[in-house]
């Protein structure tokens, strides 16, 4: 009987228990209707940033490509996470199936891993563009585009294979109460009744290159893109540059920031209550930022819009 008790613990068989934000909060009816307009507002800006790239022939060049791919990226992966925790709290339900926990784990890791890569990419693009504008358009085709883009969902697919399978095949014979307000990695290996520090010392090991290699990219696109704007002698293309250099640079630091608190400090510096904030931060604020961030401070994004919005009133007075 004893041995049957022990296997069944061991096994995970049971559901877990997300205790999410709502624990929390003072007020998580009001929470919650904030996450949930967020959340409406993240695929709607992501919508429409998508619609304009792929609407407007202004928009058909590589840079806004990458845009669009971030876009369908933060609507997905903020899908993962926030409507079973809205119907949670609707439903008064906690629990999520072993299964649904690697599901959302995968998908989670898959988006998150691929994100890494684009902004890279995203860099690559502006390096080639502000250093090599001569040789641009050949350097960085659209064969090249979709090579880039697809490598970096494969890469990101790559993460979500690696982690998710280490994470769930461990025996979880502790409290099922995940202290999150999703399956992610370092909140599901807590319940582990085993011992992980191997194991933590690999992920640690994986989600450095997963992370250094990008940053190197980045870091080093941006040193040679800064020596370039340093050297221009237009004001208005030094103006140019840094406009769009800024806005990628302020979707970096707030998603890689993020990210190397959650999966590289020590467990020493982590809490539930902030571990949650940052995950916060990064899974339900930066999708919902990112829009803006693109649009609000670009020209040939806000014209888009502009002409979008007129479309049906000067069809109409031709009309008539």
């Avoid at 930022?289 to 479309?311: E, F, Q």
Wanted: aromatic share 12%.
């Amino acid at each position: 009987m004893d041995n049957t008790m022990w296997l069944s613990n061991h096994t995970g068989g049971a559901d877990f228990f997300l205790l999410g934000l709502f624990s929390q909060s003072k007020h998580p009816a009001l929470l919650c209707v904030a996450i949930f307009v967020i959340f409406l507002m993240a695929l709607t800006g992501n919508a429409i940033l998508i619609l304009l790239v792929h609407s407007n022939a202004h928009l058909h060049t590589p840079m806004y490509f990458f845009v669009s791919q971030l876009s369908l990226m933060d609507m997905m992966y903020i899908s993962v996470t926030v409507p079973k925790m809205v119907m949670d709290q609707v439903m008064g339900a906690k629990s999520i199936s072993v299964p649904g926990c690697g599901i959302q784990m995968f998908l989670y890791l898959t988006l998150v891993g691929s994100e890494f890569f684009l902004l890279a990419a995203m860099a690559c693009d502006r390096y080639m563009a502000i250093c090599h504008p001569l040789h641009y358009p050949v350097l960085m085709n659209h064969r090249v585009c979709l090579l880039l883009a697809s490598g970096c969902w494969f890469l990101g697919s790559v993460d979500g294979f690696m982690l998710t399978p280490i994470t769930m095949t461990f025996p979880f014979c502790r409290s099922r109460k995940i202290h999150h307000f999703f399956c992610e990695v370092p909140a599901v290996m807590k319940l582990s009744c085993s011992d992980t520090s191997l194991i933590e010392t690999l992920i640690y090991l994986c989600c450095v290159l997963m992370l250094l290699t990008p940053v190197t990219v980045i870091s080093s696109s941006y040193s040679f893109i800064l020596l370039t704007i340093h050297r221009m002698n237009s004001a208005e293309g030094r103006k140019k540059a840094f406009t769009t250099c800024s806005s990628h640079m302020t979707v970096v630091i707030l998603f890689y920031g993020a990210a190397i608190y959650t999966y590289m400090m020590p467990s020493s510096y982590h809490t539930p209550e902030k571990d949650m904030v940052v995950s916060f931060l990064y899974s339900i604020l930066t999708p919902v930022l990112n829009p803006l961030i693109y649009s609000l401070r670009n020209k040939d994004v806000t014209g888009a819009l502009k002409k979008m919005l007129n479309v049906e009133p000067a069809f109409q007075e031709n009309i008539k």
